[in-house]
């Protein structure tokens, strides 16, 4: 995608290794967040999501932990594979201001897979 | 489902041209969102819709665009006069209802964009 560039973080991995992307959100009243992944070439696809009143929720491969405190979000990938390779964007969802209900995305932290 | 479908993929114009970008949204969907992406802004919300009707359009840059939702079927984005500085892919994304959080209702689905080059 457009996205991957120079100007992304970028998070190298040995393939079979777990991984963690990091993620600071930014309004404490945001109640629902989500992770996106983003192949080159394609639109944003859903991996994950988890409700403000979680900490953890974990799917195939994937868990998601939530730090309210310090507004914190993670992304982790058990044994990363080849076709983990991509941009990988957290967003939130917004419960203030004129952007009620819609997704705020962070900018994104490229994950490159070594085999 | 085809999912949310966008044309053209790719669109190469001049400085000064019209450009139209088109969408066509998941069925049942309620919301539809325009969305521009640039390696330096990342992901920018441009306007979104429900039911058909513009709900925030702040964050269209300025007035050479504007977009359009004429049903539920269909939505445009218009660039007029295009700059070399809208180079950009621009996706644009539906879902339905916002309904309970973790419920699904609130995942975006994204096109897979449109590559705009403006030279």
């Known amino acids: 995608g457009e996205s991957v560039g120079l100007h992304l973080p970028t998070l190298s991995v040995q393939e079979g290794d777990n991984s963690i992307i990091n993620c600071a959100y930014s309004?404490?009243?945001?109640?629902?967040f989500i992770w996106y992944k983003q192949e080159s070439g394609k639109g944003p696809q859903f991996i994950i999501d988890?409700?403000?009143?979680?900490d953890k929720r974990q799917g195939q491969r994937v868990t998601v932990l939530l730090n309210k405190t310090v507004k914190h979000l993670s992304l982790q990938i058990a044994a990363t594979q080849p076709g983990d390779s991509a941009v990988y964007f957290c967003?939130?969802?917004?419960?203030?201001?004129?952007?009620?209900?819609?997704?705020?995305f962070g900018k994104g932290t490229k994950l490159s897979v070594k085999p | 489902d085809a999912g949310v479908i966008q044309s053209p993929r790719h669109e190469v114009t001049e400085m000064g041209q019209e450009v139209t970008l088109r969408c066509k949204p998941i069925?049942?969907?309620?919301?539809l969102f325009w969305y521009r992406q640039t390696m330096m802004r990342g992901l920018e919300l441009l306007i979104y819709?429900?039911?058909?009707?513009?709900?925030?359009d702040s964050g269209m840059p300025e007035d050479r665009f504007s977009a359009k939702m004429p049903n539920a079927s269909f939505s445009t984005l218009k660039i007029q006069p295009s700059e070399p500085r809208d180079s950009a892919v621009y996706f644009c994304?539906?879902?339905?209802?916002?309904?309970?959080?973790?419920?699904?209702?609130?995942?975006?689905?994204f096109g897979a964009g449109s590559r705009l080059t403006v030279l």
């Open positions: 069925s049942g969907h309620d919301y």
């Open positions: 988890i409700r403000s009143n979680m």
């Open positions: 994304a539906s879902r339905p209802q916002q309904g309970i959080p973790s419920s699904g209702a609130n995942v975006l689905t």
């Open positions: 309004n404490s009243a945001s109640d629902y």
């Open positions: 967003a939130e969802k917004a419960n203030y201001g004129g952007s009620q209900g819609n997704l705020i």
């Open positions: 819709f429900n039911n058909n009707v513009p709900i925030d």
